[in-house]
């Protein structure tokens, strides 16, 4: 009865508490997050963003076996950075930091920090 009257104890938490579990979820989340990009060098690879909030990892070679292999295993978010840590931080993957801006670009092409020295179509004058 010892492990019952425990569970229920656990289950009134959670249900006292829930902000508090989700806090919890949270910053374990966070850690799993910082952790991982630390691994891959901590900021943007393109404009060494450093806002954790604002990176990513994001697969670098996106036709490489490894590559498919990562997707086939369908993991990603927390589930990826947990993967991530499990196996140490494998250097082998292709994993590059991005953040959401320099990601965004570089699906489309090349990344504006990139190609800025390029004329924009903005600064063009008509013929
Ligand atoms: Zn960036
Ligand atoms: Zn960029």
């Known amino acids: 009865m010892v492990t019952e009257g425990k569970r229920n104890t656990i289950a009134r938490y959670r249900k006292k508490n829930p902000d508090k579990i989700k806090e919890i979820r949270t910053r374990h989340r966070i850690k799993l997050k910082r ?22 990892i994001e697969h670098g ?28 931080y494998p250097d082998d993957l292709g994993l590059q930091v991005l953040c959401a801006n320099c990601q965004f670009a570089t699906w489309s092409g090349e990344c504006p920090h990139v190609t800025s020295h390029l004329p924009s179509l903005s600064s063009q004058t008509p013929e």
């Open 61 to 88: 070679n996106r036709d490489g076996s490894a590559h498919r292999e990562l997707l086939g295993k369908n993991i990603r978010g927390t589930n990826f950075y947990a993967w991530l840590r499990k196996n140490g």
């Open 35 to 56: 952790d991982a990009v630390e691994a891959y060098g901590g900021k943007c690879r393109c404009c060494s963003e450093e806002q954790l909030a604002f990176l990513t």
